[in-house]
């Protein structure tokens, strides 16, 4: 009786750390993915906290305009030089400086054109350039009587 032979097979290849590899170049992507996804967290949380303060400033700046208009008969009390004297505009400095960071405002009335008004409110938020919002309007000085 012969036996039959059966061919010999080849070797299995050996892994060599192959799989290892591919589950360390896997774990790398995900840590870039994740520092990206944490980058732009960082930055979306530095553009919200600016939009914030420029909405702060404008809103701040349109209430010293308003308590202005209320109390037009004063206007020059509320030029820089003399703010530090008049209540409401010292109290008006206090909230620029409280709700800003390195926050101060100032208005400057014009003295060439009656009832011309500019406020600037500018603050520096922590690792950041300065910024200023300034805007400027009229205000009738000497209202009619009721």
């Known amino acids: 009786m012969t036996t039959r032979r059966t061919p010999q097979q080849p070797p299995a290849p050996k892994p060599d750390g192959f ?19 944490v980058g732009l967290q960082a930055s979306m949380t530095r553009a919200s906290s600016s939009a914030k303060y420029r909405a702060d400033a404008a809103y701040l700046a349109s209430d010293l305009v308003g308590l202005m208009w209320t109390d037009s008969r004063n ?7 003399a703010c530090a004297s008049h209540p409401p505009c010292q109290r008006w400095r206090e909230r620029v400086s409280e709700r800003l960071p390195t926050g101060a405002g100032q208005a400057l009335v014009s003295k060439t054109e009656p009832g011309q008004v500019t406020v600037k409110v500018t603050w520096k938020a922590p690792s ?6 300034e805007t400027t309007t009229a205000i009738n000085p000497n209202p009619a009587l009721p």
């Open 75 to 81: 206007l020059a009390l509320y030029d820089a030089g």
């Open 19 to 37: 799989v290892l590899l591919e589950a360390l170049i896997a774990l790398l992507i995900f840590a870039l993915a994740v520092l990206g996804l």
């Open 128 to 133: 950041d350039d300065q910024h200023q919002f």
